[in-house]
């Protein structure tokens, strides 16, 4: 029905940049709230960043100021500009779109911020 692929994750310095994309496909049209969450080992999944349908975003504090969430409708993608990363966001990112009020998720990219 609706399937949501990742990129971008990887291993970057603390201070450095990544950014994650995702991509939406199937049945899938219009302007829809999307957004990041992440899981990092022994915690639990938590919201990073949210845009709703209309490009208003939410940021988890401990990400304010530093990760940029932003989305195009006409490709069905969402981009999160993550910089001055540190080793506290070390995490799988998880995609997210809710759609005709169904959730779904990406299959998750690995982000490890380490020297």
């Known amino acids: 029905q609706v399937q949501l692929g990742e990129s971008g994750g990887g291993l970057v310095q603390p201070g450095g940049s990544l950014r994650l994309s995702c991509t939406a496909s199937?049945?899938?049209?219009?302007?829809?709230?999307m957004g990041w969450y992440r899981q990092a080992p022994g915690k639990q999944r938590e919201l990073v960043a949210f845009i709703a349908s209309g490009g208003l975003t939410h940021y988890a504090d401990a990400v304010k100021g530093r990760f940029t969430i932003s989305k195009d409708d006409a490709k069905n993608t969402v981009t999160l500009q993550m910089n001055s990363l540190l080793p506290e966001d070390t995490a799988v990112y998880y995609c997210?779109?809710?759609?005709?009020?169904?959730?779904?998720w990406g299959q998750g990219t690995q982000v490890t911020v380490s020297s």
């Open positions: 997210y779109l809710k759609f005709w009020g169904d959730d779904y």
């Open positions: 199937g049945t899938v049209f219009g302007r829809n709230p």
